[in-house]
């Protein structure tokens, strides 16, 4: 007897394609089933819930500055300059207009045009607005605006500032001492051993 071949082979070890595909899938529906359940599900607390503290402004580190992008490589920081808070600080470069009766009162005015403050109305100031505007004062600066009105006025005067009202004042210095020891049109003595020695032949 001749036996004939098989024409059967033995079961190969390896799934096939359709099983792999169906376990991934399986395997897929699982874990999004336990993803969705354990973000739904809720923990019920056994503890009564604790009244929230009431808010309270957080402050910032003493050195946070905050700052604000601009490009790639420019940080902003968002605080205002310093002459932004004290308008005095500003930096003024003023050239008054030629007029051949400018007073100091004409030049204030013009420095005080676009910074935010004006000139009060104080009898005791208006002798120092009236006086002549001098020659090295038609050009000013640049200098913070305190400085140039401190020049204009000169030393003998003070500046006061009110800041609610934004109005500049001036003062005399010590007005009572100079005014009592040397009267208008009076010459300051000059005591006997400043005065130089007459040459005798």
Known sequence: MVSAPCSREAPSMQPSIRAVHRLALAAGLLA?????????????????????ASPTAVAPEPGF?????????????LVPEPAQRDLLQQAVEVS???MLDASVGDAMRHV???SG?????????????????PAAHLRLGPLMLRDALLTLAGP????????LTRQVCFSQHGASTFLS?????????????????????
């Open 32 to 52: 999004g089933s336990l993803l969705a359940a354990g973000c739904a599900t809720t923990a019920a607390s056994s503890a009564p819930a604790v009244p929230a």
């Open 65 to 77: 500055v905050p700052v604000a992008r601009y490009g790639r490589y420019t940080l902003v920081e």
């Open 96 to 98: 008054i207009p030629p």
């Open 112 to 114: 005080l045009l676009r």
């Open 117 to 133: 403050y004006r000139l009060c109305d104080a009898v005791e100031a208006a002798t120092l607005y009236a006086l002549p505007l």
């Open 156 to 163: 003998a005067w003070e500046l006061s500032v009110d800041d």
């Open 181 to 201: 020891a040397n009267p208008p049109g009076t010459a300051t003595p000059v005591p006997d051993a400043d005065r130089p020695e007459e040459l005798q032949p």
